[in-house]
């Protein structure tokens, strides 16, 4: 049986101009208020037109298909996106027509939601059911707690702490998704500070915390502390060296380049405080030896 991996992650608009549909596609076909698009697109202007999103997902997916191959695997990988091109339904079509017989799915969030990677199950499901596909498909839901994201994220905050020096505060953050997948049982906050618990062990980091970021404004209420209340308060507490961790995510995209980058530097800036933030897992070695690792415990190798 011939056997591929898909790599799926969020999207970006490939440039200004692709803006409105990408965020059209991701309000369901609902098209942004002139005063919601034209933020967006400042926001996007401000990082230089568009996120690396697509090119580092790419380069994640051949770097581990290059793994594969120096280990004597057969294995596919193919990437794919959720609200823009390369479409996951267009990725499912072509792994169909060549023949795929099994496909482990893994998306490139470690922490498992139903809003979230729920919603790229549906979408892999759906497609495959459109096409009267016999393909055997099988997710990985989370791996928030692999010990080589866990040994990535620790190398990279203990980089940024030799850095920055002195009595420093680590702020571990995520997306937030709406407060109600709590009431819901959702494991999406529990595997959060998991991971974060299990990173500040492992570097022996005895002062932190986990907050929220990026919340959207829909009217309902958001999971919280947001990562800018949360730089205030330990600010009036005294610390004045912060180091921001996003392990919610292993990529830059606009959410780090712009929500950190800009957003909390500003604010530290203003508030006279010292921040930085722990590089991204993005491309390199050790994200993609944590996903053959994932790889090789399925069997996929």
């Not at 790599?7 to 549909?21: C, F």
Request: glycine letters at 4%; one cysteine or more; a neutral charge.
């Amino acid at each position: 049986m011939s056997k591929a991996v898909l790599l799926t992650a969020y999207g970006t608009p490939k440039s200004l101009e692709y803006v409105e549909q990408y965020y059209t596609h991701i309000r369901h076909g609902r098209k942004p208020s002139p005063e919601e698009l034209r933020d967006l697109i400042e926001r996007y202007k401000s990082i230089g037109g568009t996120s690396p999103l697509i090119q580092i997902t790419e380069r994640q997916r051949d770097k581990l298909q290059e793994k594969l191959l120096a280990n004597g695997s057969k294995t596919k990988v193919y990437s794919a996106m959720k609200h823009s091109d390369p479409f996951i339904e267009d990725v499912i079509k072509l792994i169909v027509h060549n023949d795929i017989r099994e496909l482990l799915c893994i998306a490139l969030a470690p922490h498992y939601s139903k809003i979230s990677i729920g919603s790229y199950i549906q979408i892999v499901d759906d497609t495959i059911k459109k096409l009267r596909s016999d393909l055997e498909v099988r997710w990985v839901r989370s791996w928030h707690n692999n010990p080589l994201l866990i040994a990535a994220w620790s190398q990279r905050i203990d980089e940024a702490r030799a850095k920055i020096g002195g009595d420093c505060y680590v702020i571990f953050s995520a997306h937030s998704l709406p407060e109600k997948i709590l009431s819901e049982g959702d494991p999406y906050k529990d595997q959060l500070l998991e991971t974060a618990s299990l990173i500040a062990q492992q570097s022996r980091i005895n002062k932190w915390t986990f907050a929220f970021q990026s919340a959207s404004k829909t009217g309902e209420p958001w999971l919280g502390p947001d990562i800018i209340d949360v730089l205030s308060r330990k600010r009036e507490e005294g610390y004045s060296s912060f180091v921001v961790a996003p392990i919610g995510f292993v990529s830059d995209h606009l959410e780090i380049l712009y929500d950190i980058d800009i957003e909390c530097k500003d604010w530290a800036a203003k508030n006279g405080v010292r921040l930085i933030r722990a590089r991204s897992l993005n491309d390199s070695e050790e994200f993609s030896e944590c996903l053959y690792s994932i790889l090789k415990e399925q069997g996929f190798v």
